[in-house]
């Protein structure tokens, strides 16, 4: 579970990059920086959850 998580964070952080780099994908930087929030907030809370 864990290396899915960091799969796609690091899969977000790429898009993010990309949509920045490329003007016309700047709509892919807002929506890689969300996906990237999300999962991140996911994983933290499926690890906390974890430990109790």
Do not use: H
């Amino acid at each position: 579970m864990t290396t899915l998580i960091i799969v796609l964070l690091v899969l977000w952080a790429v898009f993010a990059v990309v949509g920045f780099v490329v003007e016309g994908l700047l709509w892919l930087a807002f929506i890689g920086l969300i996906l990237l929030a999300a999962t991140a907030a996911w994983g933290w809370i499926k690890r906390r959850t974890n430990r109790s």
